[in-house]
C-alpha cells in the first residue's frame, strides 16, 4: 500500500503539498482499493499499478476541479486559436472496454491497464483433442 510520499516520490510532479495536499493524495489511495480490492497477492507489482491509478485520478481530479468536463489528458488531435478550442485524442484497443476508455484519458491509466492486464489474463479455453 502506497503512501502520499510514496507516490510524490514516483511522481515529482505532484511534489507540491499546496496543490496536492497529503489528504488529497490518500483519498485517491483509499479509493484505489474499490477498483484493485485489497488482496495485494492477486496482482503482479500492487504498489506499482496503484501508483499509476492514483496518478491518474490526481490528473483526472485535478482537470475537472479546474473546468474541464472531460478530464481527458490524451494526445491534442486539434486545436483552434481564436475561439480557444482544444480536442484530445483518446487512445483506443480493440479489446477496449468502455472502463478502459476512462484509463486511456492520460499516460499514468495507460500505465495502470498495462500492470492490471499483466495481473489478470482475459478467459482461457483448452482445446482437448477427441478421442478416436
Not at 10 to 15: G, L, Q
Not at 74 to 99: L, W
Request: net charge negative; aromatic share 10%.
Amino acid at each position: 500500500m502506497n503512501t502520499p510520499d510514496d507516490i510524490r516520490i514516483r511522481f515529482p510532479e505532484f511534489i507540491d503539498p499546496v496543490e496536492y495536499p497529503d489528504a488529497r493524495i490518500q483519498l485517491f489511495i483509499d479509493d484505489t482499493v474499490c477498483v484493485m480490492g485489497s488482496n495485494e497477492a492477486r496482482w503482479a507489482c500492487y504498489d506499482v499499478a496503484q501508483a499509476y491509478l492514483v496518478a491518474h485520478l490526481l490528473t483526472v481530479g485535478t482537470a475537472t476541479e479546474a473546468g474541464s468536463s472531460s478530464g481527458s489528458s490524451g494526445p491534442i488531435q486539434s486545436k483552434t486559436a481564436g475561439g480557444v478550442s482544444v480536442t484530445r485524442a483518446t487512445v483506443t484497443s480493440i479489446n477496449q472496454s468502455q472502463e478502459d476508455g476512462f484509463y486511456s484519458t492520460t499516460s499514468y491509466g495507460q500505465q495502470f491497464l498495462i500492470y492490471r492486464n499483466r495481473s489478470f489474463v482475459g478467459v482461457r479455453v483448452a482445446n482437448w483433442p477427441k478421442n478416436g
